[in-house]
């Protein structure tokens, strides 16, 4: 019986042994109590950030309250109208100055830090793209928090994980706990700020990497409801399908949210491009910016800053058809000029803002033409939140479940996730990607093979340089130290160097000795060399 029991727990530590072995050589022990640091430094961040965006907004609209359209019709209306331009100046200025790479940083630098282990997130631009967006958002820049707040946790993350000397697998799980903490600690929505880690930043949904991010969401939910209480982010009446005929209908949403999406993705783009073509100090692009935004503000507060207040409304039926399709548009510009003009903030309360919106028209239009049957508008306007925003992210099952946890119910889930899924494959057949991966992609970092990356790697920089006038000859570089190109370089180099030195033009220089300038590569012109082929390759492609 001895020999029995002895044999057995041989067998036993045999089986455990290799397991707690590669359980501590991993530093998984350590993973675990650092997401518990990340947890609570990142739910402590999200908390001042959106304190500081109370604080900024103060001494224009005299309220710390997130009711800023309530407030803004209150106002002045030079006060309206002029609060976000003097926001821009203070925000041109830091940037100037302040930010290296002279741009706020987002979500997208957050997936770049996931993807190459040579980005890292400084605490000094973390802290700086935080404050900047504090104060954008303060001022009435149309824009969200949460991209910020998600940044700032994952910074927080990077910090730590550089500190405790972490092997590589482990400071990648330590990012996706930082952005699961943010996003759990900002929605109050610990199960989708797992998901969105997963689905977004990581990219996988590893079993090693769960449970460290399980610990830091949790932890960050715990510290947030502590602080703002354990309420969700919108509280709306309860809605349920009065029909299960209406599932036609849901699919047709499904397919205007899509487009809605699509829309408001090629919006921030097109400004984008237009606003780097055009000629303007850095200083005055947010003060020019921030004049737009203030002179629709004028027309439409509900479009300064957040706008929960707005989209709170369009969940509980107190706005009007023509005013959420008007704010649709007014949304989507102002959105578009606060990103383009370099002011902080993110684009996912914009895109639950749109959903709301658009399904909160659709569906009082619905209502009109079958008022037996159609459900409550509300209900479409969350339905409405999830699809837009799980487009525009490329984040469906994340987006669904923060759309659950935002609005406290579950009894739509058959609707929501039919209308965001049909919402997101439409986007992807017509835009091809997300948000974030565009802005990756303007950078030269493209994280999934096709014809884009045979683009890059296949121009060269004398593609599509401006070279020297006839009556200019090459000149030597001024500083060996200064950023450069070459002319055989190509242009996902290019790309990346546009990014890294924040310059919008870049000598071309010859591999001579000493060193030629022979030209100039500007990054309006790589961006549209390679729009130009890419549009090319899809229609070879497709016809």
């Known amino acids: 019986m001895f020999s029995l029991l002895s044999r057995g727990i041989s067998l036993m530590s045999a089986w455990i042994a290799p397991n707690l072995r590669g359980f501590t050589g991993s530093r998984q022990p350590m993973v675990w109590l650092a997401a518990i640091g990340v947890g609570i430094a990142a739910s402590i961040g999200a908390i001042v950030f959106r304190l500081g965006i109370a604080v900024f907004q103060m001494p224009w609209l005299g309220t710390m309250s997130e009711q800023v359209a309530t407030a803004a019709r209150a106002a ?3 006060m309206v109208l002029l609060a976000p331009a003097v926001g821009g100046l203070f925000v041109g200025l830091i940037l100037q100055y302040f930010i290296p790479g002279k741009r706020v940083e987002v979500v997208a630098d957050v997936i770049e830090a996931r993807a190459l282990p040579s980005h890292q997130l400084t605490m000094r631009i973390g802290l700086g793209s935080a404050f900047v967006s504090a104060l954008s958002l303060g001022a009435g820049a149309s824009a969200g928090r949460e991209g910020p707040v998600v940044h700032l946790g994952a910074t927080l993350a990077a910090a730590l994980t550089r500190l405790l000397n972490l092997p590589m697998a482990a400071r990648r799980t330590l990012l996706g706990c930082g952005v699961a903490a943010a996003i759990s600690a900002s929605f109050n929505a610990p199960i989708a700020g797992v998901l969105f880690a997963h689905e977004v930043i990581l990219g996988h949904f590893a079993p090693t990497a769960f449970v460290p991010i399980v610990i830091a969401s949790t932890v960050a939910a715990v510290i947030s409801r502590g602080w703002f209480g354990d309420f969700t982010a919108f509280v709306v009446p309860h809605y ?16 205007t949210c899509g487009l809605v999406a699509i829309l408001f993705q090629f919006g921030l783009i097109g400004t984008d491009w237009v606003a780097r073509r055009t000629p303007m100090p850095l200083i005055l692009r947010p003060v020019v910016g921030g004049l737009a935004v203030g002179a629709i503000a004028l027309a439409f507060p509900e479009i300064l800053g957040v706008g929960y207040e707005a989209t709170d409304q369009a969940l509980k039926h107190q706005l009007p058809l ?10 989507t510009a102002a959105t578009a000029i606060t990103l383009a003009s370099r002011f902080g903030g993110g684009i996912f309360s914009p895109s639950l803002y749109l959903g709301a919106m658009t399904g909160g028209a659709f569906g009082l239009i619905a209502a009109s033409v079958f008022p037996d049957m159609a459900s409550s508008h509300g209900l479409y306007a969350i339905l409405g939140m999830g699809a837009v925003a799980g487009a525009v992210l490329g984040a469906p099952i994340s987006t669904t479940l923060i759309v659950f946890e935002l609005t406290g119910g579950y009894a739509l889930s058959i609707a929501l ?4 899924s049909i919402a997101n494959g439409f986007n992807r057949a017509i835009h091809g990607r997300s948000y974030f991966h565009w802005q990756l992609e303007s950078r030269g970092l493209f994280l999934a093979e096709g014809a884009h990356r045979r683009i890059v790697r296949n121009v060269s920089v004398t593609d599509f340089m401006r070279p020297l006038g006839a009556e200019k000859t090459p000149q030597p570089m001024e500083s060996e130290e200064a950023p450069r190109l070459n002319a055989d370089d190509i242009l996902e180099i290019a790309l990346r160097r546009f990014d890294e030195t924040g310059q919008p033009r870049l000598p071309v220089v010859s591999r001579t000795e000493p060193p030629m300038v022979i030209g100039w590569a500007h990054q309006i012109d790589a961006l549209e060399r390679f729009s130009k082929e890419l549009v090319e390759a899809n229609v070879e492609e497709h016809q």
């Open 76 to 78: 002045p209306w030079y």
């Open 240 to 255: 349920q399908v009065t029909s299960y005929w209406e599932v036609p209908a849901f699919a047709l949403l499904g397919l």
């Open 322 to 331: 023509i005013i959420m399709l008007a704010l649709i548009f007014a949304k």
């Open 417 to 420: 996730l039919l209308t965001v």
